[in-house]
């Protein structure tokens, strides 16, 4: 989403990066949940920044790419 705490959740759960997101989104959208916006709030302030190149890994991949 905005600053790679569903990533990180992801990689520290492993765990399927768009699952996440989407399983957030849902929190974040339905009103009882709300405080899936807080929550995503605290975790980019609270998650260490990746100081490696691999979160690009958890980003799907193209069909047909080639380099």
Do not use: K, T
């Not at 705490?5 to 768009?18: I, M, N, P, T, W």
């Not at 974040?28 to 709030?41: D, E, K, Q, R, W």
């Not at 991949?61 to 380099?67: V, Y």
Request: proline letters at 7%; hydrophobic letters at 55%.
């Amino acid at each position: 989403m905005i600053a790679g705490v569903c990533a990180g959740v992801a990689r520290y759960f492993d765990r399927d990066v768009a699952v996440i997101r989407i399983v957030w989104a849902l929190a974040a959208l339905i009103p009882p949940l709300f405080p899936g916006i807080a929550a995503y709030v605290i975790g980019w302030l609270l998650l260490p920044v990746s100081s490696d190149s691999s979160s690009d890994d958890l980003e799907p991949e193209h069909a047909g790419a080639s380099d």
